[in-house]
Each structure stands twice: as C-alpha cells, then as structure tokens.
C-alpha cells in the first residue's frame, strides 16, 4: 500500500492556460474522490467515480473543469482557460465501496497568475 | 443541504492536558455519518475519527473521543494527553447514509490546534 499520489505537488500558470492533474490511488480501491481546498477553509466535494464511471459532480465544477478515470485506476482532472479564482489546493482521495475510510493524497497546489 | 460549522478557528493546548473541539451540523436526514480529520502543515489528511448517527454510543479512538450529541446536532472532539504531533487543522466532516452518497463529504471551515510544550 503506497497511498494516494498526486502529481504534479505545485503548479503555477498564466491565466487562461490549460492544465491537468493526475491521481493514482490506492490499487485495491475502487472509489476515488476529487475535492478542493482554498487557503484557510474545509475541503469542497468536487467529484467522484466509482471505477470508471463518473458518479456525481457538484455543482462547484464549471464546464471548464473536466475529470476521467478511463479504465477505473488512475485520474486526471483538467482546468481548461484558469482563472486565478482558481488558485487552491486539489485533493485526490480513494476508498473501497460505500462508507469505507478516505485516503488522501498530498494535494496538488495550484497557482494561478 | 447540508452544512457543518466549526465555531473556534483557532485552539491552544497544554502538552498533556485535554482539549475539546465543537461541531455543530444541520441536516434533515436522521442517518449519516460524522468524521473528524486531521491535516498537519504540508500533509496528508487523516482520518481521525467516525461516528455512525445511529449509534447512541460515542466513538472512541485512543486519546480521541467524541462527544455526539444528535438533538443537539452537535459532535465535539475531546484530546486527551495532547501531544506535540497533535498540532494540525481538525475538520469536521458529515457524510449522508445514502447507499451513492459515499465518501461525498461536506467539511467546516476548520479549527487549528497548537498544542504550546
């Protein structure tokens, strides 16, 4: 069991740049989970598969955000056009089926200019 | 919807003594589930604790335990011998029951601890 990694840790861009982050949780988990953190607050729910099928998005995710985990074992999750309201910390995070613990990753920290 | 407050955005602590950090939620749903999370400076969150709202008893773990109070929509975490390692921001965190609801979770805003030597 080597946790959930994220990749890349930081990443800085230009506004109205693309960019994509990867996750690779932990193997045996089929859930993977995708939240956001800005300085200072909780993490929000952003999205979630289970295997490959994408079960919910919350209404936080604008149409320029986009997340797949084509064969059901690791992620991406793409910005399209960044705005620097975008600037936070994304959060990968995996558990087996139902309410079973989460496991999260580092983080990846975004930064936006 | 559902939100959850933590009122204390910062907590000090003795090395040794006890702590407690409050919690209030508001929901319409009678099960769900009730977390506490730890997140250290420039690491990974942790799962400290979970409560199941159908569980009258409280959940312990260790020097961890909580003290949940569902009329009260109320779930405060008590630390007991605090130590230096338990400086970090706790969140408190509510999860529906639903069967798809999994781990979609609904965070406060965070209550940092310092625990002073």
């Known amino acids: 069991d080597t946790g959930v990694s994220q990749d890349p840790r930081h990443k800085i861009t230009k506004r109205g740049q693309n960019v994509t982050f990867r996750c690779d949780p932990i193997?045996?988990?089929?859930?993977l989970y995708w939240y956001r953190q800005t300085l200072g607050q909780g993490p929000e729910f952003l999205t979630y598969?289970?295997?490959?099928?994408?079960?919910?998005k919350s209404r936080l995710l604008s149409d320029r955000f986009s997340a797949e985990r084509p064969k059901g074992s690791f992620s991406t999750l793409e910005i399209q056009r960044t705005e620097q309201g975008d600037s936070a910390m994304y959060l990968c995070?995996?558990?087996?089926?139902?309410?079973?613990?989460?496991?999260f990753g580092n983080g990846t920290r975004l930064t936006v200019t | 919807a559902q939100t959850v407050t933590q009122s204390q955005p910062e907590m000090s602590v003795q090395e040794a003594e006890t702590v407690t950090l409050s919690c209030t939620y508001d929901?319409?749903?009678?099960?769900?589930?009730l977390f506490w999370y730890k997140q250290p400076p420039s690491r990974q969150m942790i799962l400290v604790i979970r409560?199941?709202?159908?569980?009258?008893q409280n959940a312990t773990e260790n020097r961890f335990s909580v003290n949940f109070q569902k009329a009260a929509k109320s779930f405060s975490l008590k630390i007991s011998d605090s130590q230096l390692g338990d400086a970090a921001m706790y969140f408190c965190?509510?999860?529906?029951?639903?069967?798809?609801?999994?781990?979609?979770?609904?965070f406060g805003g965070g209550t940092r601890l310092m625990v002073k030597p």
């Open positions: 995070a995996s558990s087996l089926q139902g309410n079973s613990p989460l496991h």
């Open positions: 193997s045996e988990h089929n859930r």
């Open positions: 598969f289970q295997n490959e099928a994408q079960l919910e």
């Open positions: 929901t319409s749903e009678s099960d769900y589930y």
């Open positions: 409560q199941e709202a159908y569980k009258q």
């Open positions: 965190a509510y999860s529906s029951y639903l069967n798809n609801a999994g781990n979609m979770l609904t």
